[in-house]
């Protein structure tokens, strides 16, 4: 008999009737002769709802408040769920982050799961024949108080307890059906993969694919879990994450190098202009940005040759634009550069594959193919996996698409 994790996002539990079609999948489940550990999100936009509740009451909510708060979202998802496989004749219990014994460090609001202690209580309870539905995104600190993983947690809590419980794989349903080679809403021909490699997943989430969340792949690369991405509102097969070379074994592998193209929106670029040539000017620059808590995408700074100043341009999410204006500027004049330059209006498209990097001509393919389409690329970086192009936002969706049938992606 298999173990089987099966997360359920929010818009998934977001009113009864589609609790009542949870409820129908994860029986049918069952019935095929699994055990299955359900772990759900807070209902529709619950926690975005619980939010706004706080900032009614204050501007700053203590954060051990704000996670007892949020873990409410939760905790009426487990009982309903639990209630309507009930209805449908089943065994369920419903547990909280507590009751399985998901301990967490101290950082409220973003905490960090140190373990799972309840494995014996849960395969327990799925041997008396119970559906085991159990509340993600939280979990309790070594001295009992609340706390959440996040937003977005939930990923993280189905993952940990496929790993702790030995599951033979996590599913994580949502309302798109797998992982594509780009946004379907962007490259109408995009296509959906079977299997995938953790780290070309790693790099798409890293880079704009919203299907799964960053923190999640990445613990399920370290333990070895696949992830099975699919639809709650569709019978097909998903796409599996997994390790590379599984997907060999398997003799699944997709004759494509480059995997997806990714984008970006969410991207201000930032130059400070003629800036004194000397040692420890970089580090003020960019401890000014971490003392804002941002984090910077790309890096670029210009050789000065025989100038006596240099220029520095950085990405950086766009949302963060505010944060960083005020001190850069300050910082501009104290280190007497000559210029700030921002916007925000940049995105960033991506090639992610592997060996990509290392293999000749794709990256003058990629800048050939932006310059047929009179897309004008202001910075480039690259990694292991990934070739990004910063541009202008407005030229996204034509760069995207390009690219997809360069690549042979088209499908
Ligand atoms: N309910 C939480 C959120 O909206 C956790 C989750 O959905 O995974 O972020
Ligand atoms: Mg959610």
Redesign the pocket.
Known sequence: MALIVQKY??SSVADPEKIKHVAERVIKTKREGNDVVVVV??MGK??DRLIELAKQVTPVPSEREMDRLLST??HQTIALLSMAIHHQNEKAISLSGAQIGLITDDSHTKAKIKEIQGKELLLNLCREGNVVVVA??QGVTEQKAVATLG?????STAVALAAVLNAKECEIYSDVDGIYSADPRVAPKARKWNYIGYDEMLSMAKLGSKVLYLRSVALAKRYNVTIHSRSTFSENEGTRVMAENRIKEEGKMEEALVRGVTHDLNVAKMTIVGIPDKPGIAARIFETVAKKNVNLNLVIQSISGNKEVTDISFTFPRTDLPKIVEPMKELTSEIGAQDLIYDADYAAVSIVGLGIVDTPGVTAKMFRCLANENVNIAMIGTSDLTITCVVKEDNVKKAVAALHKEFDLDQ
Do not use: W
């Not at 937003?151 to 990923?155: E, L, N, Y």
């Open positions: 996002g929010g999100s807070a619950t926690t979202g939760e993600g995104f937003r977005g947690g939930s990923d």
